[in-house]
């Protein structure tokens, strides 16, 4: 059995905070209660619950299993339906050079960028992308400083979260995940949950709030004199073109659209960052965000356009609330 992953015109389902138009029957925008023309389901989808950092949206305390077959049929709904996707050879181009076999050397055999052309008009017209990006310059990379998050960088995170839930890659993922009772029903509340999953702090280093699972997955960190995470096309593509990355060679690359590389962050090299090639930023939050949920804390394996997929995922200490790491 699959859940309803398709809209209905007189629910809120899948609609919270879209854009007003005329031809629906009622409507789930933020003004339709001062109109009086909001969906019967309005207050259960779209109205939030009262969320304190100490008063979460619960977890399902039993929540059904989740398949492998049922995780490979999601994974093709997320990955076909992802309309933000980067098409290698359309939108941008890659110039793989040296191929590195031994990633414990540190030597750069490869002298022009990992990505040689990019439309970027294109690509990151996208709000997605573009409160995405926003977010990168929002941290300290060496680990044991404690990050500390003003107001307006605050509401950049919750920018980028407004933004992504309007997409159908979140909705069926959302879908997905109420169906089998594993987050919150009401959508309000699910996007609480993927903030504390993506940008709850913690400490990676010396008892500070020094990290998060958005830093570490999508930005990347520096400690113990190593790049620690950073599995982001969208990261990567933008530090090499500013200079801040130097790309020396790539390690895999696999279908349907994942690359190792090997590179170096001003004097600091990753020796191994894997990460998907072309897919946008929704995408890589839903898939990651699938596995931490349904198979944390190790292997998330299914097939995926054809091919066998390997996401590993690890939480943090607290209850599981935090995402640690997430990489294919």
Same mark, same amino acid.
């Given at each position: 059995?699959k859940?309803?992953?398709l809209?209905?015109?007189v629910?809120?389902?899948?609609?919270c905070?879209? @854009?007003y138009?005329s031809?629906n @029957?009622?409507?789930?925008?933020?003004?339709?209660?001062e109109?009086? /023309?909001c969906?019967d389901d309005?207050n259960?989808?779209?109205?939030p619950t @009262?969320?304190?950092?100490?008063t =979460?949206?619960p977890v399902?305390s039993?929540?059904?299993?989740?398949s492998?077959a049922? +995780?490979s049929s +999601?994974a093709d709904?997320?990955?076909?339906?992802?309309?933000?996707f980067?098409?290698? *050879?359309?939108?941008f181009t890659?110039?793989l050079?040296?191929?590195?076999? /031994? @990633?414990a050397?540190? &030597?750069?055999y490869?002298?022009?960028?990992?990505?040689?052309?990019? $439309?970027e008009n *294109?690509v990151?017209?996208?709000?997605t992308y573009s409160?995405?990006?926003?977010i !990168?310059?929002?941290y300290?990379?060496? &680990?044991?400083n404690?990050?500390?998050?003003?107001s307006?960088e605050?509401?950049? $995170?919750?920018?980028? =979260?407004?933004? #992504?839930? %309007?997409?159908q890659v979140?909705?069926k993922?959302?879908?997905?995940l109420?169906?089998k009772?594993i987050?919150?029903?009401?959508?309000?509340d699910?996007?609480a949950?993927?903030?504390?999953?993506?940008? *709850?702090?913690?400490?990676?280093?010396? *008892?500070?709030?020094?990290?998060s699972g958005?830093?570490?997955?999508f930005?990347g960190?520096v %400690? $113990?004199?190593?790049?620690?995470g950073?599995?982001?096309?969208?990261r990567f593509?933008m530090?090499? %073109?500013s200079g801040?990355?130097d790309?020396?060679g790539y390690?895999? %690359?696999n279908?349907?659209?994942t690359?190792?590389v090997?590179?170096?962050?001003g004097?600091?090299?990753?020796?191994?960052?894997?990460?998907? +090639?072309?897919?946008?930023p929704? !995408?890589?939050?839903? #898939?990651?965000? =699938?596995?931490?949920l349904?198979?944390p804390n190790?292997?998330?394996q !299914?097939t995926?356009a054809g091919?066998q997929?390997?996401?590993?995922?690890?939480?943090?200490?607290?209850r599981g609330?935090?995402?640690a790491t997430?990489?294919?």
């Amino acid at each position: 059995m699959k859940p309803p992953f398709l809209t209905c015109p007189v629910s809120c389902a899948s609609r919270c905070g879209e @854009t007003y138009d005329s031809s629906n @029957t009622c409507h789930c925008n933020d003004r339709c209660q001062e109109f009086s /023309n909001c969906c019967d389901d309005y207050n259960a989808f779209c109205v939030p619950t @009262t969320v304190t950092p100490t008063t =979460l949206p619960p977890v399902p305390s039993s929540p059904l299993p989740v398949s492998s077959a049922e +995780l490979s049929s +999601l994974a093709d709904d997320l990955w076909y339906g992802d309309v933000n996707f980067a098409r290698e *050879g359309v939108d941008f181009t890659l110039s793989l050079q040296s191929y590195v076999s /031994n @990633t414990a050397m540190h &030597t750069d055999y490869s002298s022009s960028r990992l990505f040689s052309y990019m $439309n970027e008009n *294109g690509v990151f017209s996208s709000p997605t992308y573009s409160t995405f990006a926003a977010i !990168f310059n929002n941290y300290i990379a060496q &680990t044991g400083n404690t990050e500390h998050v003003p107001s307006a960088e605050s509401a950049e $995170n919750e920018a980028f =979260l407004s933004e #992504i839930m %309007k997409t159908q890659v979140m909705a069926k993922l959302h879908d997905f995940l109420r169906w089998k009772g594993i987050v919150p029903y009401n959508e309000a509340d699910f996007k609480a949950r993927l903030n504390e999953i993506w940008f *709850g702090r913690y400490s990676r280093q010396d *008892g500070k709030l020094d990290t998060s699972g958005f830093e570490h997955v999508f930005v990347g960190e520096v %400690k $113990n004199g190593v790049v620690s995470g950073m599995h982001s096309w969208v990261r990567f593509y933008m530090a090499e %073109k500013s200079g801040d990355f130097d790309y020396s060679g790539y390690v895999y %690359k696999n279908q349907p659209g994942t690359i190792g590389v090997q590179f170096r962050w001003g004097s600091v090299w990753k020796n191994l960052g894997g990460f998907f +090639l072309g897919t946008s930023p929704e !995408f890589d939050v839903a #898939i990651y965000t =699938l596995c931490f949920l349904t198979r944390p804390n190790g292997p998330c394996q !299914f097939t995926m356009a054809g091919s066998q997929m390997r996401i590993i995922t690890y939480s943090w200490l607290d209850r599981g609330r935090y995402l640690a790491t997430a990489y294919p």
